[in-house]
């Protein structure tokens, strides 16, 4: 485990009670987000994995045509950064993310991974993790470095 990396990391625990309060959080770390950063989000189909990404986008400037890439993949929003949203669902559980360019990407550029869980994690400095409480609530569980962590104070 990389210690160091971790040390500067901070959990912080959220609950939102309708996918309109996990959008607006989303966008709050999109404001923040930075090139190099690889944010991973985890939860169970259904969970908000998407609905946080159209926050992310809208607030990194990139736009609202976010899609579930369970379908498409790879989606790149051009706005404040350059944003690479993937979803790993659909994927071989041993793909290698640099096969897909993944370190590329991030040169310039930052990423949002759906089921971030289905491979190495020391790819993410940052990661979402997303429970279904109930029919509009979900506990939302965030592992920020420093520099995003303002996002989770609202
Ligand atoms: P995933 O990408 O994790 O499979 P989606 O974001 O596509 O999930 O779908 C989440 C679904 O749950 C959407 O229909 C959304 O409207 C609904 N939902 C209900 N409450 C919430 C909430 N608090 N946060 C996020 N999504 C919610
Ligand atoms: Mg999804």
Same mark, same amino acid.
């Given at each position: ?40 989000? $985890? ?31 790879? $989606? ?79």
């Amino acid at each position: 485990m990389d210690t160091s990396t971790f040390a500067d990391r901070q959990v912080v625990r959220l609950v939102t009670s309708d996918p309109e309060e996990t959008i607006a959080l989303g966008r709050r770390l999109g404001r923040l987000l930075r090139p190099g950063d690889c944010l991973g989000l $985890q939860g169970d189909l259904g969970a908000g994995k998407t609905t946080i990404t159209k926050g992310i986008v809208a607030g990194a400037g990139g736009g609202d045509d976010v899609r579930s890439p369970t379908f498409l993949l790879h $989606q790149v929003h051009h706005g404040r950064i350059t944003l690479h949203h993937l979803d790993l669902y659909r994927l071989p559980s041993e793909t290698d993310l640099s096969s897909l360019g993944l370190e590329e990407f991030l040169v310039e550029g930052a990423a949002v991974v759906e089921w971030s869980d289905r491979t190495d994690p020391w790819w993410f400095n940052a990661k979402v993790e997303l429970r279904i409480g109930g029919e509009a609530w979900r506990e939302v569980l965030l592992t920020l470095p420093r520099h995003l962590l303002a996002a989770a104070r609202g």
